[in-house]
């Protein structure tokens, strides 16, 4: 089957309008949060919310980024059965890592740990469920429930005077709400079906997908842990304040990346998938070209007025957030670019160079970090991740765009 440009930018529009929607009442609720919350509860939900991402995206194995290349339906309930039970079990580990968490840091706040982790990997497996039937409008619908629905509950938790605890809980709440919208499609025997999959089919597509746990979760993991340590780094060198400007300044920043970056990701892959060579190396082409168009003003607005903007948006005690801003500006314009690119290796059956590629961009991330802390405190630090992150993104996209060998169909491999 070959990719057809102008299905590709229906889908694309499409979920860039739910998630248009979905990113601009967070934008508009910034700056009563930040009024709400002080610098150092930003800096205890960033810290929390680092550890639980790191955990959430492997809390389904990356079984569910095969669903959008299973063969038929029987193989994609089956692959969605073997999900749930997977996220089950990963959701039962975290409450010991919760306890253990909430002993270091003493704060109540890490007992949403395991709940936070289910809700994450649910609403990312439904997303991919829906994906794969191109049922776009539920997945853009559950993107405005859960973005839009986490800014409005934190900001009922910040009236309610719940510390980070209003930060932590409003997200929670509103991904476990975002499920309401994949009623649909309903697996093949319908969604019980799921509970009485055979051990033996399980094993079946275990195998069949077995490069998804065995080189794609550590590629995962290691980017979530990017971020991870990167807290840590920040809060030994700087202290939590620096974190919350921190994390407020990539919440922000990297907000875009995530809606705009899922929304071009889940309509390319598909077609990624089963697209003939050329058509799929000229997609991916299209994409960067797309994105850098978009992300080179962004970045020249942020150099320009990043510290002023902050202070003006969300309060004078957030400028050193807005200095943050420019100086992480180009690592953002590059990561802008490169969000919806992840896709391109799993869809062309390249992950273990993707990993291995990841694995040299986050060596990369936390060298600069934490040079430049050393050196030059914390905007040092975002200056060179910037420098630093830059150079191995524009090799990133020499990459992609020259590949050779692409995969006729890459789902029917």
């Not at 409450?95 to 949403?112: D, M, N, R, S």
Request: aromatic share 10%; with cysteine; glycine share 10%.
């Amino acid at each position: 089957m070959h990719s057809r440009p102008d299905g590709l930018l229906k889908a694309t529009l499409t979920l860039l309008a739910g998630g248009a929607v979905a990113q601009a009442i967070p934008l508009l609720l910034g700056p009563w949060l930040t009024r709400l919350y002080t610098p150092d509860e930003f800096g205890h939900y960033t810290a929390f919310a680092a550890l639980a991402a790191n955990v959430a995206v492997i809390a389904c194995a990356r079984y569910d980024f095969a669903l959008p290349l299973a063969r038929d339906e029987d193989e994609a309930r089956d692959l969605m059965a073997l999900c749930l039970r997977v996220l089950a079990a990963v959701t039962l580990c975290c409450v010991p890592l919760a306890w253990i968490a909430g002993e270091v840091f003493g704060l109540a706040l890490w007992a949403w740990l395991p709940v936070a982790v289910a809700a994450a990997g649910l609403v990312q497996c439904l997303t991919l469920w829906a994906t794969r039937a191109q049922h776009f409008r539920r997945v853009s619908g559950s993107r405005v429930t859960q973005y839009g629905g986490a800014a409005v509950l934190q900001v009922a938790g910040g009236v309610a005077h719940l510390g980070p605890a209003g930060l932590v809980g409003g997200p929670v709440v509103a991904a476990l709400a975002a499920c309401a919208w994949f009623t649909g499609p309903v697996p093949k025997g319908g969604w019980r079906a799921l509970l009485h999959t055979p051990r033996a089919a399980l094993a079946a597509v275990a195998r069949r997908h077995r490069e998804f746990p065995l080189l794609n979760t550590p590629h995962a993991f290691a980017g979530a842990l990017q971020d991870t340590l990167a807290v840590v780094l920040l809060v030994a060198w700087t202290g939590e304040a620096a974190a919350g400007f921190w994390g407020l300044a990539l919440r922000y920043l990297k907000a875009p990346a995530t809606l705009v970056g899922s929304a071009v990701s889940q309509a390319l892959y598909p077609k990624l998938a089963h697209a003939a060579p050329d058509d799929a190396r000229r997609a991916v082409r299209q994409v960067m070209g797309m994105l850098a168009a978009i992300a080179v003003p962004l970045v020249l607005v942020l150099v320009i007025t990043g510290p002023s903007l902050f202070a003006w948006l969300f309060g004078e005690r957030w400028r050193p957030a807005g200095e943050l801003a420019r100086a992480l500006a180009p690592y953002i314009g590059a990561h802008f670019v490169a969000a919806p690119l992840a896709v391109v290796t799993l869809a062309w059956r390249a992950q273990g160079w993707a990993l291995r590629f990841s694995l040299v961009g986050q060596a990369v991330f936390l060298a600069a970090l934490a040079a430049g802390l050393h050196f030059g405190g914390l905007l040092g630090g975002a200056w060179a991740v910037s420098a630093g992150m830059t150079l191995y993104f524009g090799a990133y996209f020499w990459c992609l765009a020259t590949w050779k060998e692409v995969p006729h169909g890459a789902a029917a491999a």
